[in-house]
Nanobody, 124 residues
Framework: QLQLVESGGGLVQPGGSLRLSCAAS????????IGWFRQVPGKEREGVSC????????NYADSVKGRFTISRDSTKNTVYLQMSSLEPEDTGVYYC?????????????????WGQGTQVTVSE
């Protein structure tokens, strides 16, 4: 059974960087498209980025384009989210999730298996 574990969150000052990891067990992430999402209390979960399984095509929310980079390392069965130039508005719990290879949207409802999340706080 596929399980996802996120890590790498923490407290960072505005303008700083973090790299989040999404490590999988029980199945290969190469069989899925992978998405990163974030959520703050009182708001809906928001799609941040996704990467396809076939050719590693990427998609980003407008709010993070040019600042975030998603990538995968098949040898480690892990997907990363490199976040730079962080802003207070990037604060939230970040989740990774899997979806079918035919799905390229960032709508959370299309994603099936989710990790437990990792907290990112951007503050002075």
């Amino acid at each position: 059974q596929l399980q996802l574990v996120e890590s790498g969150g923490g407290l960072v000052q505005p303008g700083g960087s973090l790299r989040l990891s999404c490590a999988a067990s029980g199945a290969s992430l190469d069989d899925y498209n992978i998405g990163w999402f974030r959520q703050v209390p009182g708001k809906e979960r928001e799609g941040v980025s996704c990467i396809s399984n076939e050719d590693n095509r990427t998609n980003y929310a407008d709010s993070v384009k040019g600042r975030f980079t998603i990538s995968r390392d098949s040898t480690k069965n892990t997907v990363y989210l490199q976040m730079s130039s962080l802003e207070p508005e990037d604060t939230g719990v970040y989740y990774c999730a899997t979806t079918s290879p035919i799905i390229t949207t960032l709508w959370p409802s299309f994603y099936e298996t989710w990790g437990q999340g990792t907290q990112v706080t951007v503050s002075e």
